[in-house]
């Protein structure tokens, strides 16, 4: 399965974007969704993921209550919804797919697919 991300940009203290994770190739209600990100100087951190049915999610605690990440399995399209953006929320935020359709894992190895990642930088 092949991902791309998009949606990011440049916003400022307090603001929300949405981004999106397109997948093409093989069928996309097969995979667990999840979101990661990195930061200049730090290791790939995990941010959300949902099942291949929407219904389960988990958070990491730095966003949890201010992320939300949704799916459209119909647009092979995953979500992450970020209000209340903070300055440390700055990274590259990338999409990847774990063949484990039911997990729910925040583990990177755990993930065979990753997308190239789209900027987000949150301004003070």
């Known amino acids: 399965v092949q991902l791309q991300a998009s949606g990011g940009g440049l916003v400022q203290a307090g603001d929300s974007l949405r981004l999106s994770c397109a997948a093409s190739g093989r069928a996309f209600s097969n995979y667990a969704m999840g979101w990661f990100r990195q930061a200049p100087g730090k290791e790939r951190e995990f941010v959300a993921v949902i099942s291949w049915s929407g219904i389960s999610k988990y958070y990491a605690d730095s966003v949890k209550g201010r992320f939300t990440i949704s799916r459209d399995n119909a647009k092979n399209t995953v979500y992450l919804q970020m209000n209340s953006l903070k300055p440390e929320d700055t990274a590259i935020y990338y999409c990847?797919?774990?063949?484990?359709?039911?997990?729910?894992?925040?583990?990177?190895?755990?993930?065979?697919?990753w997308g190239r990642g789209t900027q987000v930088t949150v301004s003070s």
């Open positions: 990847a797919a774990d063949r484990n359709s039911g997990s729910l894992s925040d583990y990177a190895r755990q993930y065979a697919y």
